[in-house]
């Protein structure tokens, strides 16, 4: 990781305006009132940046996506209210009846059911590709291909895709790129300097850090984003509180240093069980046995802690261990301080089941590595034993 973003999130310019406060405040206000009708004018004539209305803009909520602009070197970033909301948003924002998309299939599940209701009512095309050779975006490139939809990682497989050769096969034939990063955060990937267009994040995740907000972000160049802005965030109106904001500016503090965290806790419990008898496969691209290490070493600086397993046992009994774990909790969603675990049931399990039933998904919190391998043994040992 570039050591420079532990500066990039603790360092502030100085703003005169809040009284030498070192946190941008609160601005719990719905409305800007203006000294006169002239600056109220002047205001109106560029809503996508003046403080009008907070459904448009809110100093708080500004601050957060300067922020996230900035780690991510985009020209202007926008913050919703979820994840979904700013990819929703983003796609509504961009497409038209009759352009054709090429999506991952292993998006995240609400993304792929998003994108077949635009087929279905707007008559969007859609196709989806397995996304881990580049030939399967340039053979299933039509002339009416707008958008590219890349999630890298995928969340449940783990599988990735060649950014920099889907953004120049992309920028040859003049197509949109879309990514959802968020398992990577502008940590350990930042896709825009790949000459990937937009990058999107559910901040639920590990911006917010602490498991106690949603929100979403998109990131990109100034003219995308505004044209987002005008339609997907300002018109369906899923725009981030500046309440939650300031949350998610104090989850920004401590993220490269909770990611580096992450990835070591990820790995210290993904290399324990890949070693274990019962365990055939572990999906995570931090290590040497993913198909994919050589092209994670290159595009990643670090990994993000959320990875899946592949077990010989059944899917009754992968239950019966799950249930077994002391400090995994059962549970979706992840990024949080807390250690989580899903068996079958992950956004893409559709697509995690066909492979093989007997997969779990695990999110690596903060906790002490050590501590969660003995509570794995352990919960190992009660249903082996059962
Ligand atoms: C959770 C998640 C989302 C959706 O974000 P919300 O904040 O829950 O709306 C999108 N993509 C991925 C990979 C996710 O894990």
Redesign the pocket.
């Known amino acids: 990781m570039d050591e420079g973003l532990h500066t990039k999130v603790s360092h502030d310019e100085v703003d005169t305006k809040h009284q030498g406060a070192v946190n941008i405040p609160i601005y719990q206000n719905s409305l800007f009132a203006f000294e006169n009708h002239e600056s109220f004018d002047q205001a109106m004539q560029d809503v996508l940046s003046a403080n009008v209305y907070s459904r448009g803009n809110n100093p708080t909520v500004q601050y957060l996506e300067s922020k996230i602009a900035d780690l991510e070197a985009a020209e202007r970033a926008r913050c919703f209210a979820?994840?979904?909301?700013a990819?929703t948003g983003s796609l509504h924002a961009l497409l038209r009846s009759g352009d054709h998309v090429i999506s991952v299939n292993q998006a995240?599940g609400?993304?792929r059911q998003f994108l077949d209701e635009l087929s279905e009512r707007y008559r969007v095309e859609v196709t989806y590709v397995d996304g881990c050779l580049l030939s399967d975006f340039e053979d299933a490139l039509r002339p009416n291909t707008r958008l590219i939809y890349l999630?890298s990682p995928t969340?449940g497989l783990f599988q990735l895709q060649d950014l920099e050769g889907v953004a120049a096969l992309a920028r040859r034939t003049g197509v949109f790129t879309m990514i959802?990063s968020?398992?990577a955060t502008p940590c350990f990937q930042r896709p825009i300097t790949l000459g990937i267009d937009l990058v999107l994040h559910?901040?639920?995740?590990y911006f917010s850090g602490h498991s106690d907000c949603?929100?979403?972000v998109v990131a990109g160049r100034a003219d995308l984003i505004n044209e987002i802005a005008s339609k997907g965030y300002m018109l369906f109106g899923g725009v981030m509180t500046p309440h939650t904001a300031s949350l998610m500016i104090r989850g920004l503090r401590t993220l490269p240093l909770r990611m580096e965290r992450h990835q070591r806790n990820g790995l210290i419990v993904a290399e324990y069980l890949e070693n274990h008898p019962l365990v055939n496969r572990v999906n995570h691209p931090g290590l040497p046995s993913h198909p994919q290490h050589a092209l994670a070493r290159k595009q990643l600086d670090g990994f993000g802690s959320l990875f899946s397993f592949e077990t010989q046992v059944s899917v009754e009994s992968l239950k019966k261990w799950a249930g077994a774990l002391r400090y995994f909790r059962i549970g979706v969603?992840?990024g949080g301080f807390e250690s989580l675990v899903t068996v079958g049931h992950t956004?893409t399990s559709r697509n995690m089941a066909g492979n093989n039933p007997s997969v779990a998904r695990l999110y690596i919190g903060l906790e002490d590595p050590r501590t969660l391998i003995e509570d794995i043994e352990q919960a190992w040992r009660q249903v082996i034993e059962a």
Do not use: F, V
């Open positions: 979820s994840g979904m909301a990819i995240y609400p993304t999630e969340s959802d968020s398992w559910s901040m639920s995740k949603l929100g979403g969603s992840w956004p």
